[in-house]
């Protein structure tokens, strides 16, 4: 008789335990929910003051500047004249690395003196009289990269030269170069320059 009530008292001390540690177990379980939130990386190119990033806008306005010249009118073109363009583009709506590519044509064909001859790329920062460091260029064409680790989301531009060329390699003489003043005077010819900018997401 003891023994058996020793044995329950054993069996009812270990439903308790079990029942303690059930409830004791119950209270670390729980349930809920979480939000991850990751803006989308902006793709947004500004390229002088014209937003191309959704491929609307076919053209944009460049304004050359002609170096002043005291023997030629200011805005017009003659041998010996030189002038430059700037193309200024706005990164700062853009999350990523991208690659650029700026082609550029003269299209007065029969004029071969004319000729697309530097560029460089200049800060934000950069004020007008500064020293420039120019880049010779070749095959008409600017390749760069902006990235987006090391670059400041900062406008940039870069400036792109031109010159009607006289000397010892001109293609045109003096003759050719009068042909020329003639027909502009007929004609009202113009220079015309065509820069072509294409830009490509690194990712």
Not at 89 to 103: E, G, Q
């Amino acid at each position: 008789m003891f023994k058996r009530l020793r044995l329950l008292i054993v069996f009812a001390s270990l439903s308790v335990t079990l029942g303690f540690m059930s409830n004791t177990y119950s209270r670390y379980v729980a349930d809920t929910t979480g939000d991850i939130k990751i803006g989308f990386a902006k793709w947004q190119i500004v390229v002088n003051e014209n937003d191309i990033s959704d491929n609307t806008v076919s053209k944009i306005n460049i304004t050359p500047t002609m170096k002043p010249n005291e023997n030629i009118d200011e805005n017009t073109i003659a041998p010996s004249s030189s002038g430059y363009f700037d193309i200024v583009i706005d990164p700062t709506n853009v999350d990523v690395s991208f690659d650029y590519t700026i082609s550029i044509d003269l299209l007065n064909e029969n004029m071969p003196d004319l000729i697309i001859s530097e560029y460089a790329l200049l800060s934000n920062t950069y004020k007008e009289g500064d020293d420039i460091t120019y880049t010779p260029l070749e095959n008409s064409t600017i390749t760069d990269t902006f990235d987006i680790g090391t670059d400041s989301n900062e406008p940039f531009t870069i400036r792109v030269c031109f010159e009607w060329f006289e000397g010892t390699d001109e293609m045109m003489d003096d003759e050719a170069d009068t042909l020329i003043g003639i027909d502009a005077g007929l004609n009202d010819t113009e220079l015309q320059i065509q820069a072509s900018i294409h830009f490509e997401q690194k990712i």
